[in-house]
């Protein structure tokens, strides 16, 4: 069974920085795909960000390129969303998501795309 455990979101000031955090605390297989989703109240849950297993492919939704990175450790089954000039619309509830893509897939993929999720963690950013 796959567990995947969020933690870092809190709350900060606009242009300061978090980093989320995502273990797969029962190391089992869970595709080759991760990834980071957000949503806020009212609104439909986005992709943030994905990575391929073994980190060879990042993908970042337009509104965060440039100032979040998703990387992975494959040694604890670990991904993390650093978060740079965090925003007041970064605001959200953020999801760590698995599962299994195609190979040939380009973007961070949708909600349905994904078969394991997280139970979130909190980010709020204030103006």
């Known amino acids: 069974q796959v567990h995947l455990v969020e933690s870092g979101g809190g709350s900060v000031q606009a242009g300061g920085s978090l980093r989320l955090s995502c273990v797969n605390t029962?190391?089992?297989?869970?595709?080759?795909?991760m990834a980071w989703f957000r949503q806020a109240p009212g609104k439909e849950r986005e992709g943030v960000a994905a990575?391929?297993?073994?980190?060879?492919?990042?993908y970042y939704t337009d509104s965060v390129k440039g100032r979040f990175t998703i990387s992975q450790v494959t040694v604890n089954d670990t991904i993390y969303l650093q978060m740079n000039s965090l925003q007041f619309d970064d605001t959200a509830m953020y999801y760590c998501?698995?599962?299994?893509?195609?190979?040939?897939?380009?973007?961070?993929?949708?909600?349905?795309?994904?078969?394991?999720w997280g139970q979130g963690t909190q980010v709020t950013v204030s103006s």
């Open positions: 998501a698995a599962g299994f893509r195609p190979l040939l897939a380009a973007n961070v993929g949708e909600s349905h795309d994904y078969t394991f």
């Open positions: 029962e190391r089992t297989y869970s595709g080759n795909c």
């Open positions: 990575i391929y297993t073994g980190g060879s492919r990042t």
